[in-house]
């Protein structure tokens, strides 16, 4: 079946840096879109960034813009999100999550989702 | 960027009641939008898309409607298994926002 499968949690100082990965199996990799969503604890979820898995193109929400880089192993079947000069805020619940697109209405969603990484700011 | 307002935050119910949560975009969307459920500990669900298609899999119970800048999520006889925090998301255009979400309790 579909799966995504992230990587374990991560607990890292001010200023660092912390790669969270994303393993799909079950589908095409490259025919599916990826996204990047956060969440803060006792907060909403917040979209951080997109992928184009087949051509590598990518966006980013202009709050992450400069700090966040999405990147894939079309090999490997794989995600990566980097985020840079990490800070306390940045504590929070990271997914992964396939989009589902239909070509006809231009409509978007979430289908599938990793099982989160938590990743833990604190000097 | 669109911000996404729920009503209400929370709520609770009985087994069997009939629920409504709307939720609100500061501009019109189209139908542009996904409802998703998520449980403590687990990441969201998909329940809804595209305003008003059920995800697969998904009971039927479970009911979207609305377009441009009001929409519902329905849960026609709510079962316990539904306890849980609801979240409306637009992809109409980036960043792609969520609302607060809406807390489903069971009395």
């Known amino acids: 079946q579909v799966q995504l499968v992230q990587s374990g949690a991560e607990v890292k100082k001010p200023g660092a840096s912390v790669t969270v990965s994303c393993k799909t199996s079950g589908y095409t990799f490259t025919t599916y879109a990826m996204h990047w969503v956060r969440q803060a604890p006792g907060q909403r979820l917040e979209w951080m960034a997109w992928i184009n898995t087949g051509n590598g193109n990518t966006k980013y929400s202009e709050k992450f813009q400069g700090r966040v880089t999405i990147t894939r192993d079309t090999s490997a079947s794989t995600a990566y999100m980097d985020l840079s000069s990490l800070r306390s805020e940045d504590t929070a619940l990271y997914y992964c999550a396939r989009e589902y697109y239909d070509i006809l209405t231009g409509l978007m969603a979430f289908d599938i989702w990793g099982q989160g990484t938590m990743v833990t700011v604190s000097s | 960027d669109i911000q996404m307002t729920q009503s209400p935050s929370s709520l609770s119910a009985s087994v069997g009641d009939r629920v409504t949560i709307t939720c609100r975009p500061s501009q019109s969307i189209s139908s542009f939008l996904n409802w998703f459920q998520q449980k403590p500990g687990k990441a969201p669900k998909l329940l809804i898309y595209?305003?008003?298609s059920l995800q697969s899999g998904v009971p039927s119970r479970f009911r979207g409607g609305g377009s441009g800048t009001e929409f519902t999520l329905t849960i026609s006889s709510l079962q316990p298994e539904d306890c849980a925090t609801y979240y409306c998301q637009q992809s109409y255009s980036t960043p792609y926002t969520f609302g607060q979400g809406t807390k489903l309790e069971i009395e």
């Open positions: 595209a305003a008003s």
